[in-house]
């Protein structure tokens, strides 16, 4: 099938023609830009300029502006969180139009990005304040957008070489006083900027490298003072740390206590301090385990693990509960050791004779020469 032609910008706004997608067109992103910034008006508030910054820039982009003034040449770079304020103090400082031209712009593609570069581009402003004028700055842009169905911006830098001012003919001509000529001929803006946008990238030196500082603030709420400490802190260990290896706590925060607590009920309590004489009294050195010393009446139950989907302790540590145990007799066990002691077959047997030891007893005396003659 023949191929068609490819539809204008003009021809789709007014619905002609199949629209292609942003790939391959990002001149065609700059249009829309400019459409953008047409549709603005006076009460356009943040939101509006967020909106902006977030359909036309990546999250992560960067705003780069060169130029040279009487003292030296300037370079501004601000991030993505500042770039709707750039825009919106453009306007703040007596533009009332602006748009952008790009004559034989050149485009390179990447793997992720397209690359559009422009020696011949102009930004275009029109003043109202003092006298209509008309700003022309010429520069070289260089744009970097992402290589995607958003085609957003992520890299933006403006070179400036010069800039022209027009005044109308009939403006001048209607000015009979020669110091409202001569007041006529200076310029409005310094390289194309006004002074409120200059005033607003010199204030953006300072607070872009305060970013962190602001969001430190915000998210600890730590005076001026000890962001700073921490800031500094951290970016210390992250030069001093081999990689994969610094401190993640911030600066002055309380430090996880790594205690393991034990959880007991008051029964248990009460228990423990009429055993050892008292809540303070020390501990006696543990002893081999004997079922005969375990306490008469209680029973341990060892709960599950917190993992394991059981009861709750602290610090996944296991609940021990203690129950009575009512079934318990304690002089059971000295009954049945005196019933196998003196059953006959012990007593007739050699077993029993050889096991069986003679006890002494208080009121009758063993001598040595009876024990030798048993």
């Not at 010429?138 to 085609?151: A, N």
């Not at 607590?261 to 004489?277: D, F, L, Q, W, Y």
């Not at 009861?311 to 540590?317: A, K």
Request: overall charge neutral; some cysteine; hydrophobic content about 30%.
């Amino acid at each position: 099938m023949p191929s068609q032609p490819m539809p204008s910008p003009m021809d789709r706004e007014h619905g002609m023609g199949r629209p292609t997608p942003y790939m391959g067109q990002p001149d065609y992103r700059i249009y829309e830009l400019n459409k953008r910034l047409q549709q603005r008006t006076e009460d356009s508030d943040n939101l509006w300029w967020d909106a902006f910054a977030t359909e036309f820039f990546e999250d992560d982009a960067t705003l780069t502006l060169t130029f040279c003034l009487e003292d030296g040449p300037k370079r501004y770079t601000i991030g993505r969180t500042l770039i709707p304020r750039y825009f919106r103090s453009i306007f703040e400082g007596g533009v009332t139009d602006l748009y952008y031209v790009l004559k034989h712009p050149k485009e390179s593609f990447h793997n992720t990005t397209i690359t559009l570069d422009c020696d011949q581009a102009m930004m275009v402003t029109q003043h109202g304040k003092p006298m209509f004028t008309n700003v022309i700055t010429e520069g070289r842009l260089v744009l970097e957008f992402t290589f995607d169905d958003l085609m957003r911006i992520r890299s933006w830098h403006f070179a400036i070489r010069q800039h022209r001012e027009l005044i109308p003919r009939s403006v001048i001509a209607m000015q009979q006083d020669p110091a409202m000529v001569e007041q006529l001929s200076k310029n409005i803006t310094r390289q194309g900027l006004t002074n409120y946008t200059l005033n607003f990238l010199r204030l953006c030196v300072i607070l872009e490298p305060m970013q962190e500082l602001m969001s430190r603030h915000k998210a600890y709420g730590l005076n001026p003072r000890d962001c700073l400490k921490t800031t500094l802190f951290q970016k210390w260990q992250r030069m001093v740390a081999p990689p994969g290896k610094g401190r993640t706590t911030p600066y002055n925060s309380p430090a996880p206590n790594k205690r393991r607590k034990r959880k007991a009920s008051a029964g248990n309590n009460t228990g423990i301090n009429s055993r050892e004489g008292g809540p303070n009294k020390k501990r006696s050195p543990p002893q081999a385990f004997n079922i005969g010393s375990s306490v008469p009446g209680d029973v341990m139950v060892v709960g599950e693990p917190t993992l394991m989907g059981g009861e709750f302790g602290d610090e996944d540590e296991r609940l021990i509960t203690r129950l009575e145990n009512t079934q318990y007799e304690p002089n059971a066990g000295e009954e049945e050791q005196d019933k196998f002691q003196n059953s006959p077959a012990l007593q007739s047997g050699s077993w029993g004779q050889d096991k069986k030891t003679p006890q002494p007893t208080a009121t009758t005396p063993v001598s040595e020469t009876e024990i030798k003659t048993e």
